[in-house]
């Protein structure tokens, strides 16, 4: 079962902070988030392992709390090149396979 | 060439015809994946290949056969297809295919239509 986004859009200023959660009905593995602009390919941010990590990079950070089999992706100080599509993947713990959620839409306006 | 390069990147046939999407990656991965991507549905995975052998067919129709000759190159054959085929359709590739290393490079797209 397709893990499920929120909020499913958002609009921001510049500057503003966001939160976008991906949550899964199934004990998770791990959980992948991605990021695609208009036109463009899916590009990785990162992958965050069972075991309640957190991680980050510059001002976009997620966190995955195995227990809740949730994950929330924070966007900090959000700039116009953050608007795009972001989508989560769950990797089931038991069947190991990457299921992909319906994307969360992040305008960015100035 | 870098990454992951797709052809051709737009294609119109009709439900007669036969035509192939082709994939190469210059990354040194070990994993191919072939996805759809249509318009308010999440990314379903159609194939993976993992060292040129294939590892998962999420119940795809027999009107797509992918083919990996090798661990760089992945095609998707295309025969007698419905309208509802059309959509875009996504290469990446990956160190591994689950796990820590299953971080996905994905290839531009093909946008297929199908009349």
Same mark, same amino acid.
């Given at each position: 079962?397709?893990?499920?986004?929120?909020?499913?859009?958002?609009?921001?200023?510049?500057?503003?902070?966001?939160?976008?959660?991906?949550?899964?009905?199934?004990?998770?593995?791990?959980?992948?988030?991605?990021?695609?602009?208009?036109?463009?390919?899916?590009? !990785?941010?990162?992958?965050?392992?069972?075991?309640?990590?957190?991680?980050?990079?510059?001002?976009? @950070?997620?966190? !995955?709390?195995?227990?809740?089999?949730?994950?929330?992706?924070?966007?900090?100080?959000?700039?116009? @090149?953050?608007? &795009?599509?972001?989508?989560? &993947?769950?990797? &089931?713990?038991?069947?190991?396979?990457?299921?992909?959620?319906?994307?969360?839409?992040?305008?960015?306006?100035? | 060439?870098?990454?992951?390069?797709?052809?051709?990147?737009?294609?119109?046939?009709?439900?007669?015809?036969?035509?192939?999407? %082709?994939?190469?990656?210059?990354?040194?991965?070990?994993?191919?994946?072939?996805?759809?991507?249509?318009? %308010?549905?999440?990314?379903?995975?159609?194939?993976?290949?993992?060292?040129?052998?294939?590892?998962?067919?999420?119940?795809?129709?027999?009107?797509?056969?992918?083919?990996?000759?090798?661990?760089?190159?992945?095609?998707?054959?295309?025969?007698?297809?419905?309208?509802?085929?059309?959509?875009?359709?996504?290469?990446?590739?990956?160190?591994?295919?689950?796990?820590?290393?299953?971080?996905?490079?994905?290839?531009?797209?093909?946008?297929?239509?199908?009349?």
């Amino acid at each position: 079962q397709q893990p499920v986004q929120s909020p499913q859009a958002v609009i921001l200023r510049e500057g503003e902070d966001a939160v976008i959660n991906c949550s899964s009905s199934k004990a998770l593995y791990s959980v992948h988030w991605y990021r695609q602009k208009h036109g463009e390919a899916p590009v !990785f941010l990162m992958i965050l392992l069972k075991g309640g990590e957190q991680k980050g990079h510059e001002k976009i @950070s997620a966190s !995955f709390n195995e227990k809740k089999q949730q994950s929330s992706l924070y966007l900090t100080a959000s700039q116009l @090149s953050y608007s &795009g599509t972001y989508f989560c &993947g769950t990797e &089931g713990l038991s069947d190991r396979k990457l299921i992909w959620g319906l994307g969360t839409s992040l305008a960015v306006n100035p | 060439e870098t990454g992951v390069t797709q052809t051709p990147r737009h294609l119109v046939m009709g439900m007669t015809n036969k035509k192939s999407l %082709k994939c190469e990656q210059h990354l040194g991965h070990n994993a191919m994946y072939w996805y759809k991507q249509s318009a %308010k549905k999440p990314l379903e995975l159609m194939f993976v290949y993992n060292f040129k052998e294939q590892t998962e067919n999420n119940s795809v129709p027999s009107r797509f056969s992918p083919e990996c000759p090798n661990s760089s190159h992945l095609f998707l054959h295309l025969h007698t297809l419905q309208p509802e085929d059309s959509a875009l359709y996504l290469c990446a590739s990956s160190q591994d295919f689950q796990g820590a290393r299953n971080e996905q490079y994905f290839g531009p797209g093909t946008r297929l239509t199908v009349t």
